[in-house]
């Protein structure tokens, strides 16, 4: 079995930074996406940024020049760096993976979110 285990959430002040981990463990021979996804109270879980396995990244429009997204293959971990945070940030967020895994198994996987709060 596949597990994603994110790290680096927490509180911030508005224009601070944090950084998220994702790694990603197991049986794992590929990866085909990671991305980020975030959820806050009241609203539908959004894609954030994500990155193929050939380095493809995409971001949200409302984290363009403030969020990156960065991957190490060798370590089935993707981060998450995001800047200049604003309180509309706010939210818990999710890792996600599709990753080749077992034998020439493909999955899609979820971590279990970690909470990122943007106050002062």
């Known amino acids: 079995q596949v597990h994603l285990v994110e790290s680096g959430g927490g509180l911030v002040q508005p224009g601070g930074s944090l950084r998220l981990s994702c790694a990603a463990s197991?049986?794992?021979?590929?990866?085909?996406?990671m991305g980020w996804y975030r959820q806050a109270p009241g609203l539908q879980r959004e894609l954030v940024a994500g990155i193929t396995g050939g380095g493809r990244t995409n971001y949200a429009d409302s984290v363009k020049g403030r969020f990156t997204i960065s991957r190490d293959n060798g370590k089935y971990t993707v981060y998450l760096q995001m800047n200049s945070l604003k309180p509309e940030d706010t939210a818990v967020y999710y890792c996600?993976?599709?990753?080749?895994?077992?034998?020439?198994?493909?999955?899609?996987?979820w971590g279990q979110g970690t909470q990122v709060t943007v106050s002062s």
């Open positions: 197991g049986s794992i021979f590929s990866i085909n996406y």
């Open positions: 996600y993976a599709d990753l080749g895994y077992g034998y020439s198994r493909r999955g899609d996987f």
